[in-house]
């Protein structure tokens, strides 16, 4: 079952993309010669006016082949793609991406609309040695307002806790048996780390929350611009994230994922319920956008950068020159893929599992 989920939703993500790059190809009056979802061994083809349709048996990528898209082939017909203007080009290219983006903004939207579990201020654990044990909370005990100003979610307390002073004295107003107190607890700072690597001092009471949800909605407007306004947040920190990896101030390691880990995300989000694993296909629909638009040859924003050289120099590169910026990119991208495959299986223990079922096979009970 994890596996037919997990299949299900890369293509999902991978037709979305290439169905961008197919619609506008056929507005622009480009023959379509080919529309494959996977690749390897094909398990299904059928042929529709110029187009053939393929599906194959390993899921992971697709492709749409347009008529005359490479100086070889191309006869100069009306009907190519390099018969087209670099911007008409460019349209094809960015709408694969921009697809993406469209499906994670339309998850999000049904996330706020449909409702989605956020942590109640219920206290779960105390931490010794902090103000919140000292002064008296309690585990169980509710939170409803920190100096007066109301909280409901765990996020919301967190924001307002960790903004406060090393021995600022705050009023944590709770409810405990149905009655309500008002404790005075003092604030300890400490140094933690940033999802940047980064370090930064936050005010905090020692408190740890419940395993206590309650489910949170809007209505159809409203979640239309909350959804916006998450994915371009979530889009503001994966272009920084990017930013700190390529300078070094961020674990690259510790920040990509493959398939492998795409598989482990979705799984464990599938087993959580539909709305964690529409946020899941939310997050990895902007992560492949976002990633698609990268300057590196082989990735929609490397064939974006060749349209605007095209464009500054009025013609294109040419074959030989096209060709080996080509196979340097497609080096650079096998590596990478290499690189975070062979992360994931360390990061998820696979040689690990793979050991444990061979000698349990080998040496049964």
Known sequence: MSILIFIIVLSVLILVHEFGHFIVAKRMGVRIEQFSLGFGPKLFRWKKTD?????????????????????????????????????????????????????????????????????????????????????????????????????????????????????????????????????????????????????????????????EFIKIRYGFIKSFFMGGGKLFYLTWLTIKSLVFMVSGRMSFRESVTGPLGIFYITTEAAHLGIIPLIQVIAVISMSLSIFNLLPLPVMDGGHLLFLLIEKIRRRSLSIRTERVITQIGFSIILLLIAFVFYNDLLRYDVFGKLSKWWSNEAHPP
Do not use: H, M
């Not at 010794?128 to 100096?147: M, P, S």
């Open 51 to 211: 187009t053939e349709y393929i599906i194959c048996s390993v899921p992971l990528g697709g492709y749409v082949k347009l008529a005359g898209d490479n100086l070889e082939e191309f006869k100069g017909q009306p009907y190519e793609y390099l018969a087209k203007s670099p911007g008409q080009r460019a349209r094809i290219i960015l709408c694969g991406p921009l697809l993406n983006y469209v499906l994670a903004f339309l998850c999000f939207w049904l996330i706020f609309f449909f409702g989605f579990p956020n942590l109640t201020c219920r206290v779960g654990e105390l931490v010794e040695n902090f103000g919140a044990q000292k002064a008296g909370i309690q585990v169980n005990d509710l939170i409803l307002a920190v100096d007066g100003q109301e909280v409901k979610f765990w996020q919301d307390l967190q924001k307002i806790i960790q903004k406060k002073s090393q021995g600022e004295v705050t009023r944590i107003s709770i409810l405990r048996n149905n009655q309500e107190l008002e404790i005075p607890v003092r604030i300890k700072q400490e140094k933690t780390d940033t999802i940047w690597g980064e370090k930064k001092t936050v005010g905090l009471i020692g408190i740890k929350p419940a395993d």
